[in-house]
């Protein structure tokens, strides 16, 4: 964890400056490295799970070793003096108010998740295979446009601080323009091949699970597009020091999935399920789009 940390912290403030490739780079450096750690620590030593967990951990402190060193020789700004390490009450609250503020956004999702869950697991093992299949699919389809939201804070943020309210608004509108392009890419795609991508997933032919997986992605990806103006603008308001409202938008996620797990289920088996994402971005993306034009109209004012 400590590693995790440390790696995630130096790429953080490299993308902060500017510099988004030199992470990636030593990103794809220590997935490389993982992979030949594995089958030296696991085939080699034949340590088992210990020796992939020594490869993860040791491939990630040297990503982060490397970040470490490249600050050193090429971003003199970020090296050290005494001065820096004296406490500024007002920044230690800035830096833990904004990071307890996402630290809650991703938390409450991931409980409203865990929760709802824990509803499709009493519809059968047939459903419960289904669902978990499917869901694999729609967690690929989503990578990139929880990528293009991670981006907008970063993004987002570093404008608002140099004053450049314009390009916040130019950045959302592409951030968005290419998270509806890669949707499309993705309806199609799904459209044509959710009962192949399903049967190779899964390995089986059982028309019930083929089926329900089918109906869980025809409902989930052609609102991916809301998922898109949801994420971008929660982000972009965490970016630019709004903390309340999308903590206020995660928590309204979470309760739509417990009222789906506790009532909706029960009345609607799985087709609440199916609903249950779709809807629940909708009601969410509502007060965060609101908020963002709001601040942005207020700070323009200023």
């Known amino acids: 964890c400590i590693v995790t940390v440390f790696y995630n912290m130096e790429a953080s403030i490299l993308r902060a400056l500017g510099n988004s490739m030199i992470p990636l780079v030593f990103l794809i450096i220590s997935s490389i490295l993982n992979i030949g750690f594995d089958f030296w620590f696991i085939g080699g030593f034949d340590m088992g799970i210990k020796g992939a967990a020594y490869a993860t951990l040791l491939s990630q402190l040297i990503a982060g070793l490397l970040c470490l060193l490249y600050i050193i020789r090429y971003c003199p700004q970020l ?15 800035e ?8 630290c ?15 509803g499709i697991n009493g519809l059968g093992s047939d459903i419960i295979a289904a669902h978990v299949s499917a869901r694999k699919i729609s967690e690929i389809n989503m990578m990139p446009i ?3 939201s991670g981006t907008m804070a970063t993004y987002a943020s570093q404008n608002y601080g140099a004053g450049k309210m314009d390009r916040i608004r130019e950045g959302m509108k592409k951030s968005r323009l290419l998270g509806f392009c890669w949707c499309a890419l993705v309806l199609l795609v799904c459209s044509l091949f959710a009962e192949h991508l399903l049967k190779a997933l899964t390995g089986s032919k059982n028309p019930v699970i083929i089926e329900t997986g089918v109906r869980y992605l025809k409902w989930n ?17 965490q970016g630019i020091g709004s903390k309340v409202v999308p903590v206020i938008s995660s928590s309204l996620e979470m309760i739509g999935k417990i009222l ?3 009532v909706f289920i029960d009345m609607f088996d799985y087709l609440a399920v199916c609903l249950s994402e779709p809807v629940v971005w909708i009601v969410c993306a509502i007060p965060v789009v609101i908020a963002f034009r709001a601040r942005m109209r207020e700070d323009c004012v200023r």
């Not at 830096?95 to 996402?102: E, P, R």
């Not at 809650?104 to 998740?113: C, E, K």
């Not at 052609?222 to 994420?231: E, H, I, K, R, S």
């Open 79 to 93: 090296h050290l003096s005494k001065d820096d390490f004296k406490v500024s009450r007002k920044m230690l609250g």
């Open 95 to 102: 830096l833990m108010g904004s990071g307890t503020a996402m």
């Open 104 to 118: 809650l956004m991703y938390a409450v999702v991931n409980v409203g998740t865990v929760i709802l869950q824990a």
């Open 146 to 148: 929880g990528t293009l």
């Open 221 to 237: 990806v052609p609102f991916y597009a809301v998922l898109v103006v949801l994420g971008t603008t929660r982000s972009a308001l």
């Open 260 to 262: 789906v797990t506790c």
